[in-house]
């Protein structure tokens, strides 16, 4: 399979389940990203890794919690959500080096609907 | 700080009519400017790019110049078909991977 990829497709959970979204890129990049997408809203970023370590943390509450086992793989934990974080959460990736942001590749996104 | 501002939507067009969608940015230092289209039950994908002043970036028939005198990126195309409309975001990319900012995103509907 090529470029980026995220499972599942579509969620729903309850504000006391914990659940888990993957994300996979088969780009060879070293940067990955998650993106929460909103109705009406701008795409907002919540996390950045760059090789495997975190750099960015966008005031994201703890109830979301990210994970970069390695450079192809990140999952973003979920547990005790509200109903506002219903969205389409979008994973990306790219090729970074220390000064210059290369395209960012998405995949299609989980739509998560919490109850 | 940074800002991508693009043109209310939805725009609703007949087949064979000329598209435009105004992006306009506010940045520090250069930018790299960007047109992402996302069609419906799908993620964001690259349409086409620019990463200094003067550059067109150009894809599908689309097209994009990157103007810093009046820090735009309008995206144009002369004939949309029904398979264009999507969802179309701006965004600009400047100092590295944490500096990612993206349009609110223009719906385009093009109608036979």
């Known amino acids: 399979e090529t470029g980026v990829t995220q499972t599942p497709r579509h969620l729903v959970m309850g504000m006391t389940n914990k659940k888990s979204l993957k994300c996979e890129q088969h780009?060879?990049?070293?940067?990955m990203y998650w993106y929460k997408q909103s109705a009406k809203k701008p795409l907002e970023l919540m996390f950045v890794y760059s090789l495997e370590e975190r750099v960015e943390n966008n005031s994201v509450p703890s109830r979301f919690s990210p994970e970069c086992p390695n450079s192809s793989h990140l999952f973003l934990h979920l547990h005790t959500l509200q109903p506002e974080d219903s969205a389409l959460y979008l994973c990306a990736s790219s090729q970074e080096s220390a000064t210059y942001t290369d395209t960012q590749y998405f995949g299609p996104g989980t739509r998560l609907t919490v109850l | 700080g940074d800002s991508v501002t693009q043109m209310e939507g939805p725009v609703t067009l007949s087949e064979e009519a000329f598209l435009t969608i105004n992006c306009t940015y506010t940045a520090t230092g250069y930018p790299s400017l960007f047109w992402y289209v996302q069609y419906p039950g799908e993620g964001l994908q690259l349409l086409l790019k620019?990463?200094?002043?003067?550059d067109k970036g150009s894809n599908k028939g689309f097209e994009a110049t990157y103007r810093k005198e009046t820090t735009s990126f309008h995206l144009e195309k002369g004939s949309v078909q029904v398979s264009d409309s999507a969802v179309y975001f701006c965004a600009l990319f400047s100092g590295g991977y944490q500096k990612v900012t993206f349009g609110t995103g223009t719906k385009l509907q093009v109608i036979p």
């Open positions: 780009l060879g990049h070293n940067a």
């Open positions: 620019a990463t200094k002043a003067d």
